[in-house]
């Protein structure tokens, strides 16, 4: 039998002072161990994610937080690359952020839309500061029954962890859902907090942090269902029919943890594109 490893994207600028960043070889190991998901993981800078083939033979893209990232180009073109080609793809905090924006600009025709932080002194901000911070916030969200988003959660109420100070400009939701984006996740004002495209396999953003819940001993559900969608990727499925529980234990229980050649093979590739 051939087992197979998917190869994830985690598509962001690694440093030791974002502490999701931190967090996600644990997380990694945690799936490994508890799941029974091993996942091929490589960190693909965001000036690098722009370059023609840089995703190329990937089953997920991550897109991480760090806003503002070296490359606003090169996360754009990440989150493009997995919309266009359905490659499961997971966007988090900043993740969130420039999802919206790829798909303003490329799928809405708001060419001119921009990132508030990014761009403060243009008008078609379509990412705006929060009217109230979220930096270090914990709140309950919202799920919309029938979605995406309630399939992998299990719930249509959970409590989240932020570390964020921009979201969605309100100005821009029927436009945005009228092109057929779906938001499926809002907190008690009604602001939206979780995205999905209903027509791809496996597309989904949240400007709350997945990564920082718990206590690192198991990956969020959100994050359990990336790593499926990605097997099921790597397996030549269209879908993950199940994102919640979409792995066969047969598929993965003896895939080992994938080595950079050149490196030491007790070094895991994680570990090596540090």
């Given amino acids: 039998m051939t087992y197979l490893t998917p190869r994830i994207a985690l598509v962001g600028d690694r440093s030791p002072a974002v502490r999701s960043h931190a967090r996600i070889p644990g997380l990694l190991d945690a799936l490994a ?5 091993v996942l091929d993981a490589y960190w693909i800078p965001t000036e690098d994610a722009g370059a023609p083939g840089a995703l190329d033979g990937f089953d997920a893209v991550w897109l991480l937080p760090g806003s503002p990232y070296r490359s606003e180009a090169g996360a754009l073109a990440a989150v493009r690359t997995a919309r266009e080609r359905g490659i499961p793809f997971l966007g ?96 008690g004002a009604g602001e939206v907090r979780v995205l999905e495209l209903p027509d791809h396999p496996f597309f989904l953003a949240s400007l709350f942090q997945p990564e920082l819940s718990g206590d690192g001993t198991r990956a969020h559900a959100m994050i359990r269902a990336l790593a499926g969608a990605a097997v099921a990727h790597a397996a030549g ?38």
């Fill in 33 to 37: 161990e508890r799941e029974q998901l």
């Fill in 92 to 187: 988090t905090c900043a993740g969130f952020q420039h999802a919206v924006l790829e798909y303003a600009r490329n799928v809405c025709g708001l060419g001119g839309a921009v990132h508030g932080e990014e761009h403060p002194e243009r008008d078609e901000q379509v990412i705006v500061p929060l009217a109230c911070t979220l930096v270090g916030h914990e709140g309950a969200v919202a799920i919309t029954p029938g979605t995406l988003a309630e399939r992998v959660l299990g719930t249509t109420r959970t409590l989240e962890r932020y570390h964020c100070a921009y979201g969605l400009n309100a100005d821009y939701l029927d436009r945005l859902r009228a092109h057929g984006l779906r938001f499926s996740g809002a907190d």
């Fill in 237 to 274: 499925s269209p879908t993950a029919t199940d994102p919640t529980d979409p792995t066969p234990a047969d598929r993965t229980a003896a895939v080992p943890t994938a080595t950079v050649p050149g490196t030491d093979p007790s070094t895991t590739a994680l570990e090596a594109t540090a």
